[in-house]
């Protein structure tokens, strides 16, 4: 399915945080004093050592450290777990492996300059903050621990340190205003990490935002605002020089995410922990179970923990227009002949075509994307061409 063949990447989940966001339907847990860090991370690096196998055709590999909250994890173990995965990625490789990237996920809370010197002596070369917003109101809106002014300074002790900061940004927050967003913006870009991350917030199924909403104590922010919050994100980071390289993601040249990429390019990648995803780079998709304690029970007692699919033609040939869209560079048409015959490019390009008239899409350069004006309606264009 990919070109790139020797690119991998590996992905490692800490499903805990101190508490939880009112919006965020990943899986984590809320970490209790007891919670025993070490049996975790054994249990994690167990995991990989288990999987090696779908590593040894990887030479470029990415490592991701996310969550639930990594940043939780004690600095001694977290030293422990990037050094055990190394050795694990580079001996799978027959040590012929270059680790490109090597990123984890923070809170401010947890960024203190102790903490900040041993992630980077452990060969963190990224730090990926979840800062959304800049307004304190808003921020307690959404149950976030942090303030404005614990952003500013954990962000201070992160750029003496590190070349490489994403920070993660929300569009349509309850009671966000369209001036309130362009304070926020002014600080993003004032800081000017090298990435920046930014999502519309989404009433996801099962979580305390959406009941808040059903119960009418939170109002969903009207389509129109979403809208134009989305083209002062876009509009304001493209003046500051970032350029928009993925529906969310916006980066300074040479700084797009080398992991998150390979989610799009269908490059191969190896996930552990609780409910951590894998996929082959072909047709194979795997996922953990969603549960801790039973997670590290059947790793321990050597017992399968995950489920997994085999995509059918059909679900990659979607799987491809679905992942290609979401890039600025789109789908590769001549690729796509080649994968998948040029019965199945004609039908594309006719699906598309409505849509091309519209300014929904462009083909440029036989290159399939979204426009602008068609990124605010990717699902349902994305839908629409399958
Ligand atoms: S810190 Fe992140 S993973 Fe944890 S509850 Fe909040 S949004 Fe979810």
Known sequence: MCDCVNRGGVYIHVAVCRSKCIYCDFYSEVCHSGFDWERYVKTLVAELELRSCGLSAMREVSLYIGGGTPSLMPVGLLRFLVSEARRI???????????????????????????ADVWLDAGINRVSMGVQSMNDKE????????????????????????????????????????????????????????HISAYSLMYEERTALTRLRDLGRIKETDENLSVAMFEMVNERLRKAGYMRYEISNY??????????????????????????HSFDG?????????????????????????????????????????????????????????????????????????????????????????????????????????
């Open 251 to 276: 980066a300074l040249p040479g700084f797009e995410s080398r992991h998150n990429s390979a989610y799009w390019e269908g490059v191969p990648y190896v996930g552990v922990g609780p409910s951590a």
């Open 139 to 194: 921020l307690r809106s959404i149950g976030r621990r942090h303030d404005a002014k614990k952003v500013m300074e954990a962000y201070s002790i992160l750029r003496q340190r590190f070349g490489n900061l994403n920070l993660d940004l929300m569009f349509g927050l309850p009671g966000q205003t369209l001036e309130s967003l362009s304070s926020t913006l002014d600080v993003f870009t004032e800081l000017h990490p090298e």
């Open 282 to 386: 072909r047709r194979c998709r795997r996922w953990n179970i969603s549960d801790i304690r039973a997670y590290m029970l059947a790793v321990e007692n050597g017992e399968k923990c995950h489920e997994e699919e085999m995509l059918s033609d059909k679900e990659i040939t979607e799987e491809r227009i679905m992942t290609g869209l979401r890039t600025a560079k789109g789908i590769d048409i001549v690729r796509f002949e080649n994968d998948f015959g040029k019965a199945a490019r004609v039908e594309l390009l006719d699906k598309a075509a409505s849509m091309l008239g519209e300014g929904y899409l462009k083909l440029d350069y036989n290159r399939l994307s979204l426009t602008d004006k068609g990124v605010m309606l990717s699902d349902d264009i994305i839908v629409d061409l399958f």
């Open 89 to 115: 990625i580079m001996s799978a490789g027959s040590g012929d492996v270059r680790l490109t990237e090597v990123t984890l996920e923070v809170n401010p809370d947890d960024v203190t300059a102790v903490n």
